[in-house]
């Protein structure tokens, strides 16, 4: 099964823009659907967005219209285009297939 290692967190103000990425050590092309979660301190990990392999995409709606998600098979990536962000936000987020999660990503919004 592929190891996944997510990537560009970090810390930034309210309204600002981070984009997660999420390398996978294999091929990507076959896994049908690819998930995007996130876990604050003392609540459940949720899931944030989730694309399949045709490109069909789903949202929290917490996340709707401020998150985009997107995959690369040709580089084995999806991405976590993440806009307007909000405290809220706040969270380790990881990447995921049906078989496996990342080690996550720790994005911090704050001013």
């Known amino acids: 099964q592929v190891q996944l290692v997510e990537s560009g967190g970090g810390l930034v103000q309210p309204g600002g823009s981070l984009r997660l990425s999420c390398a996978a050590s294999g091929s990507i092309f076959s896994i049908y659907v690819m998930g995007w979660y996130r876990q604050a301190p003392g609540k459940q990990r949720d899931l944030v967005a989730s694309i399949t392999s045709i490109g069909r995409v789903n949202y929290a709606d917490s996340v709707k219209g401020r998150f985009t998600i997107s995959r690369d098979n040709a580089k084995n990536t999806v991405y976590l285009q993440m806009n307007s962000l909000k405290p809220e936000d706040t969270a380790v987020y990881y990447c995921?297939?049906?078989?496996?999660w990342g080690q996550g990503t720790q994005v911090t919004v704050s001013s």
């Open positions: 995921k297939t049906p078989a496996t």
